[in-house]
Each structure stands twice: as structure tokens, then as C-alpha cells.
């Protein structure tokens, strides 16, 4: 998965441009900094990769969720429906929005279940967020048909999936909007970064303002002429990030290549272990192929085989147990611990966290093993680590 395996003399290069002109600010100070806009190339350039009108760059993915739901007009009060398997930022920015998290169950793809969102819909729900999980997608056209049907906005969480398409079509362009994360262990990295893509003019405008203090950027070079049609935040990325990504986002098909190799090369290896169901991929062509998920016939199973992959020396994630990837752990949202009182605390009949039961979740993460497919291996590697799984099998 990550960018950062291959830094070169690439990043350097854009990073030094930055440098060169001392202007690290990505609006304005058109003389000093001699034509270089990294932000403004990082977003043409991820427009062209998706196939979408408009992006946005920020600076975080979770800054990403935040100006997205803002800009889709989701807010205090709304209920946002969203699956247990994802990274904690996906509850936090529904959180900071004032939104309310409601959870549902994922299926064999890891993500969100289209046929359990319509159990979950209450008046108050405006949105569903799916994540696409660890590379691959969730079956977002049922997901899309499902938020048309009931006449809800689509948001899709694709941080870990840059470059994955269904059926052709890049994963965030399904719905209104899609996010992206480009912190320091995703496919391609800024070092911190996240990205917004729509084709809807109006959202891409919400984003752009939102995402610094409400500026319509329309006053030219003289920022404080900019009118403030909305009240904003600042979720700006500085050049020197988005000079790292542009570099890195470049090198995005070369990325996938490398990654589709090494999984193949040990998906191929482990089809002939009989207890292996792999991950259901609705298009497998369209995987990024960040990691191999496969699932075990009993927990008790797959927990043998996950500490014999780390006793071997081919660690993996066993995401049941993870403190920050998965619902079980999130103790913290559970009993409402938290810095100060929330918005959404303001809200009536909100659900608790702490007696929610969702038993198909657990039942498919409880069986769940992924291997993080690495850039860096080489041949030797992918032979050493095909013996050391083949061995985790035999234990
Ligand atoms: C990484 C990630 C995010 C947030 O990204 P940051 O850039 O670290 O803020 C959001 N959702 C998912 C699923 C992620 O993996």
C-alpha cells in the first residue's frame, strides 16, 4: 500500500520547487512563485485519474470527510449510516459535522451491506458513507440504487482505495462525492493530505470555500477582497505536502502494477490451501490490491493463523482485535468519552453505542485475516513469504 516505499529524486524535485520560491501558501503571491501550484496540479491531476469534474485538495482525509459532508449540506441533527469496519475518522468527522453515526452491518466484501441500509433509515438519516475497505470496493452500484431509492445523499470514504475502479469507473465518483486520504501510509502520501472529487459544481464550490474560512476566491490577488458566502474552517494543505503527492500521485500506475504482481504472486500461492476463503471483490479487475483479505472457517482458526504468520515473520491484521479499525474497540465512542460535550449530544434519541449488537459484522471479522502487499519486496521476499504463510497453514 504505501507511497512512501518508493520516494525519490521525484518528490525532491517538486518538493525543492516549493522551496525555491519560499511561497508555501497555495493561494496567491503569483509573482514569488513562479508558476508553481502544486495544490491546483495535485487536484487536475486526480480529476484526470478518476474521471471527475472538480477536486479539492486538503489536509487530511478526515479534513476530506468533513468538508465533504459539509458541502453535501449534512449537519447538526443529520443521521449519517455508516459501517463498523472502517478507520475511526469516518465516525469522527459525522461527529464533528454534528451528525449522528448510525451503524450498519458489512457483508463478505468487507463493507458496507447494501441490503441492510434500508433496516437502518429512520426521517432523521440523510446520508450513507461507505468505506471501500483495504483496497476493493463495496457493491457500490446496489449501494447507489439503495441512496436513490430513499432519496439519499451518497458520500463515499474511498481513503484506502485511490486508483480501485467498479466496472471501469473510479470508486468515489458513484455518488455526490468521494474522499481520499494521502496521510503517510496510504497509497500515495503528501506526509498528511486528503482530497475531495465531485462532479457537482455547486458541492465543489462548498468544499473549495469550506475548507478555508468561507473564501470564494474570486477577490484576485488581493485575498482579503474575497467574499464569504458561508462560514468555514481551515482544512488547507500547505505546497510543500502537495508537492510530495503530486510526485507520488504520478507514480499511482506503477503503484498498482507492482501491488497486482505481488498479490497475485501470493494469491495464487495460497489457492490451494483448502481453508482459505478469499474476499468477495465484486470486480476483481478493479481492486488496488493494497492488501489480501481472506477469512478462516472458525475464529479460534483464524487467530492460530494469524499468530503463526507473525510467529513466521509474515505478520498480518486480524481486525477483530484492531484498536482502530473496527467497532468492537472503539471503547471511547462506546461511553461517550470525549474532550468536551459533542453537538450531536444535543439531540434526542440518539443510538447507544455501548448495547449496539452487530452480529454479522462480527460474525465475518471474527473469521477475517488481510496481508498488506508491500512495494518493496522482491522476488526473494515474495518466495520467503509464501513459505513462512504455507507454513502458518501447516501449524
Ligand atoms: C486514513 C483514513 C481516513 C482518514 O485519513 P487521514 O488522512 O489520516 O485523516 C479516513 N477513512 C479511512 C477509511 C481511512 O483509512
Redesign the pocket.
Known amino acids: 500500500m504505501p507511497g512512501y516505499e518508493i520516494f525519490g529524486d521525484e518528490e525532491k524535485k517538486e518538493v525543492s520547487d516549493v522551496l525555491e520560491t519560499g511561497v508555501l501558501f497555495r493561494y496567491g503571491f503569483e509573482k514569488a512563485r513562479n508558476g508553481h501550484f502544486k495544490a491546483l496540479e495535485f487536484e487536475k491531476t486526480l480529476c484526470s485519474i478518476t474521471g471527475s469534474r472538480y477536486g479539492h485538495l486538503c489536509s ?6 468533513s468538508t465533504a459532508l459539509a458541502a453535501c449540506g449534512i449537519g447538526a441533527g443529520d443521521e449519517v449510516i455508516i459501517p463498523p469496519f ?2 475511526v ?2 465516525f469522527e ?1 459525522v461527529l464533528t459535522a454534528g451528525a449522528i453515526p448510525v451503524f450498519c452491518d458489512i457483508d463478505e466484501t468487507l463493507c458496507l451491506n447494501p441490503d441492510r441500509i434500508e433496516a437502518v433509515i429512520t426521517p432523521r438519516t440523510k446520508a450513507v458513507v461507505p ?1 471501500h ?1 483495504c483496497g476493493s470496493m463495496a457493491r457500490i452500484d446496489e449501494i447507489k440504487d439503495v441512496c436513490k431509492k430513499n432519496g439519499l445523499i451518497l458520500l463515499e ?1 474511498t ?2 482505495s485511490l486508483g480501485a475502479t467498479y466496472q471501469g469507473k473510479a470508486l468515489g465518483t458513484f455518488g455526490l462525492a468521494g ?1 481520499f ?3 503517510s ?2 497509497t500515495v502520501t503528501c506526509g ?3 482530497g475531495i472529487i465531485t462532479d457537482d459544481k455547486a458541492v465543489y464550490e462548498k468544499a473549495d470555500q469550506f475548507a478555508d474560512h468561507g473564501h470564494d476566491h474570486l477577490g484576485g490577488p488581493d485575498r482579503g477582497a474575497d467574499g464569504h458566502p458561508i462560514v468555514g474552517a481551515n482544512f488547507r494543505i500547505s505546497e510543500l505536502n502537495a508537492a510530495v503527492g503530486l510526485a507520488q500521485l504520478r507514480k499511482l500506475d506503477q503503484i498498482l502494477k507492482i501491488q497486482r504482481e505481488n498479490k497475485h504472486a501470493l494469491k495464487d500461492a495460497m489457492a490451494a490451501l483448502p481453508e482459505v476463503s478469499f474476499r468477495y471483490i465484486p470486480d476483481a479487475n478493479g481492486d488496488s490490491a493494497t492488501f489480501l483479505s481472506f477469512s478462516l472457517p472458525t475464529e479460534e482458526r483464524a487467530r492460530q493463523v494469524a499468530k503463526a504468520l507473525a510467529a513466521n515473520g509474515a505478520g498480518s491484521a486480524y481486525w477483530y482485535d484492531n484498536n482502530w479499525h473496527y467497532f468492537k474497540k472503539w471503547h471511547h465512542l462506546k461511553e461517550m468519552k470525549r474532550a468536551a460535550t459533542l453537538p450531536f449530544e444535543l439531540c434526542s434519541n440518539l443510538p447507544d453505542y455501548k448495547t449496539l449488537a452487530l452480529e454479522e459484522s462480527d460474525a465475518i471479522m471474527k473469521l477475517t485475516i488481510s496481508m498488506q502487499i508491500m512495494l518493496s519486496w522482491t522476488k526473494q521476499d515474495i518466495e520467503n513469504r509464501i513459505s513462512a504463510i504455507i507454513k502458518s497453514f501447516k501449524g
Open positions: 487530511s482525509g478526515t479534513a476530506a470527510l472502517t478507520f475518522a469516518t468527522a468505506v475497505m470514504d481513503c484506502q474522499c486520504s494521502f496521510d501510509v496510504k498528511e493530505g486528503g
